[in-house]
């Protein structure tokens, strides 16, 4: 894909430039017809070309990306963020008259995309989201994904950040400062004044979403498929939180939860807006018929549906929670806790599922097992 890169990067700075009314819009037509010409002739030269990772790095939908491969008129629209190898993504500000005002680089790559408050879904491939170790913002405001970099180790990904900052215009010094830590949101980066570093990762303690659909998902709680796998005890060497940076640190605070104070603020972007609303799932097949059902592929197969779902915008939680430890009741006082955190009111739902539990209740469901019992129970929050 490099060689695609460096093909395109030119045209896109072009582009870019036609789009800030430096040259006749109908130039825009033939920077397109040669950015799909370029797109055809990778596809037939290369084995394992994609248009989806094509319309990756010209940040467009995959419909837009085939479009312009069979020479059709497209109406341009930037769904997505431009990624371009380090050097390239360097040639692509240079080539523009731009210049890197901010960067933000981290090992953990998920800092990088939680820290600028991008949507997410800007780096969905292949079913998942795979977010850049580096992003640079350019003062026309435009974000920039640097792939093929990483940073806070003595590597080549280091090696190749430091190069393509200095090759953007960067000062040598602040590149080498960059690349030295875990973490660097150089708000200014011609004023270290304003930076924030860290050498311990990750430094946002949201957790990193996974695709479902059109929704950010986020599991959480003791039953989640694959828990087993992706929570494996810590080394007895291993210290947590690790100031060296050698080792991941957690957070005192659960990545759910975080989340839960992000989706709480008065000002938040598009894809986090919307009322909050839950569905308290009694019965897991009603989840799975509702499309709550996720897959983990993790050494094994592991597939599971959510007791309890919590949605603003495009964020979904799906807490999966162990089974009630009283019997007759239908949920576990877990899922109680997890709403009233996310404001919800709780009180008559739980009163209700204690009067399931009583002794009267069960003796009317075994006189009569054939009662119908609920399968679902929805809330709705307030509007953010």
């Known amino acids: 894909m490099r060689r695609f890169h460096q093909k395109v990067a030119g045209l896109l700075a072009a582009r870019r430039l036609e789009e800030r009314g430096y040259a006749d819009p109908a130039d825009l037509s033939t920077i397109d017809r040669k950015i799909g010409k370029v797109i055809a002739e990778e596809l037939d030269s290369e084995r394992f070309a994609s248009i989806a990772d094509m319309a990756r790095c010209l940040g467009v939908t995959e419909e837009l990306a085939e479009r312009l491969a069979e020479g059709r008129s497209v109406t341009w629209e930037h769904t997505g963020v431009v990624q371009l190898d380090n050097e390239v993504a360097a040639s692509y500000v240079i080539e523009q008259g731009a210049r890197v005002v901010r960067s933000i680089s981290a090992f953990g790559e998920s800092d990088t995309v939680l820290r600028a408050g991008l949507d997410p879904r800007v780096f969905s491939a292949y079913g998942g989201l795979y977010p850049p170790n580096m992003l640079w913002q350019l003062d026309t405001g435009e974000w920039l994904a640097v792939s093929t970099t990483n940073v806070g180790y003595g590597g080549e990904g280091p090696h190749l950040a430091r190069r393509a900052l200095v090759a953007a215009g960067v000062s040598k010094e602040a590149a080498d400062e960059i690349a030295a830590y875990r973490f660097c949101d150089a708000v200014d980066v011609t004023d270290p ?52 940076g050698f080792y991941p640190s957690s957070h005192a605070t659960p990545g759910w939860e975080q989340w839960v104070d992000f989706l709480d603020q008065d000002e938040l972007p598009v894809w986090a807006r919307g009322r909050r609303r839950a569905w308290l799932f009694l019965d897991r097949e009603i989840a799975a018929e509702r499309g709550f059902e996720i897959e983990v592929f993790n050494n094994f197969h592991d597939r599971g549906s959510p007791t309890l779902v919590i949605e603003q915008g495009a964020i979904q939680l799906w807490a999966f929670c162990p089974s009630p430890d009283v019997p007759g009741r239908l949920a576990h006082d877990s899922c109680f806790e997890y709403l009233r955190r996310a404001g919800f009111d709780t009180g008559e739902l739980e009163r209700t599922d204690v009067r399931r539990g009583s002794r009267w209740a069960r003796f009317l469901r075994f006189i009569f097992p054939n009662m119908p019992q609920p399968r679902m129970e929805s809330l709705a929050g307030r509007q953010h």
């Open 193 to 244: 004044e304003t930076w924030e570093l860290s050498r311990m990762w990750p430094v946002e303690g949201r957790t990193w979403p996974q695709l479902v659909g059109d929704s950010m998902v986020i599991p959480f709680g003791p039953r989640r498929p694959g828990k087993r796998w992706r929570e494996a005890p810590q080394l007895a060497h291993q210290r947590d939180p690790d100031p060296s």
